[in-house]
C-alpha cells in the first residue's frame, strides 16, 4: 500500500469551461507511445512530448482566460497592488521502493505589479526535502533551503520564477559538501476545464525546473486528467479518472524518472483557499509486474 500527501496547484484548480478537447488529445497521442523501449531515442520523444502538451495546455489556457475576460473595460485592467500572503505546500509520499518521502514548502508572497493579464511577486521561504531511512531506494537527499525569489504570471495560469537559496544536507551518511548554493528556474502551466455536460472534466498540469549547480537538468514533469466528477455536498467532489503522468529527471538528486497510466478515485474538498483531497488509484507500466493500488492525500492551502 502506498500513499502521498500533495498539495495541488490551487491558483489553476478552478471550474472553467472551455471548447476544445486538445488536452484530450494530447492525452491519447502521449499514451499511445508509452511501452516503447527506453533509450536516447525514447528520452528524446518523452521531453518533446512533454515540451509540446505543456505549449498546448499554456494556448489553451489563454484562449479560456480571454473568453473570460469578454467585455471587461480597459480601466480595469490594472488594479491596485494586494497585501502579502502565505502558501503552504507539501508533498508526502509513501513507496515500497523508497519508504517516506517528504517535499514540504512554505512561502511568503508580496506582489510587486498586478494587472488582468500579469503579475509580479517577491517571496521568501522555505523547503524541506527528507527520506525516511531504510529505504531499498534512493529518491533525494535530505535538506533544508532557506530562499529568495521573484515570480511572474501570464494569465494567472502560466509561471516563470527565479529563486536562490542555499541547501544544507542534512543526511546522517551524506560524505560530499553540506551545503551549497541552489539558485532554480521555474517554468510552470497548468488548468481545469470542464465540458459539456459540466461534470466531465480535463485537468493538466506541466513543470520544467533547471538547476545549474547540477550536470544533468532540467527535471520535467507533466500530467494529464480526464474524469467526471460527482457533487454529493456542497463543498465536497468525487472525481473518478485516468491520468496520464510522466516525470524525466537525469539526476539523483532531483528524484526518479517514472512513466505511468492510472486509473483511480478522487474524493476532494475545497472551502476557502484550502484543499484537501484523497486520491487512489492503480498505476500501469511501472517497469515491474505488481497490483498495488497506491494512494495520495492532497493538502493546500493560501492564508
Known sequence: MKSTLRVPFNKWQRHYTYNSLTPLRCMLSLTSNFTKKRGPMRRRRLL??????????????????ADEQVGTSTSSLFSSVQKGFEELYSENSYYTEYNLVTDTRIRYYQPLLESLYTGIDAFVGANLQYQSPGAKEKYFDDSITPYVGVRGSLFKRIYLQFQAGLRSIINEDYSGERSQWDPRVILSAGDFWQWSPPQVFTEAYGESTFVPRLDSTPVSTLWVKQGYRFQPLLHLNLDPYAEFYT????????????????LGLRTQWVQGGWNVAALMYHPFDRHDTHGDIEGLLVVGGIF
Request: aromatic share 12%; charged share 20%.
Open 247 to 262: 516525470r524525466d529527471s537525469r539526476s539523483a538528486d532531483l528524484g526518479p524518472s517514472m512513466t505511468e497510466v492510472r
Open 48 to 65: 518533446f512530448k512533454i515540451f509540446s502538451t505543456t505549449m498546448l495546455i499554456v494556448f489553451s489556457s489563454i484562449n479560456s482566460f
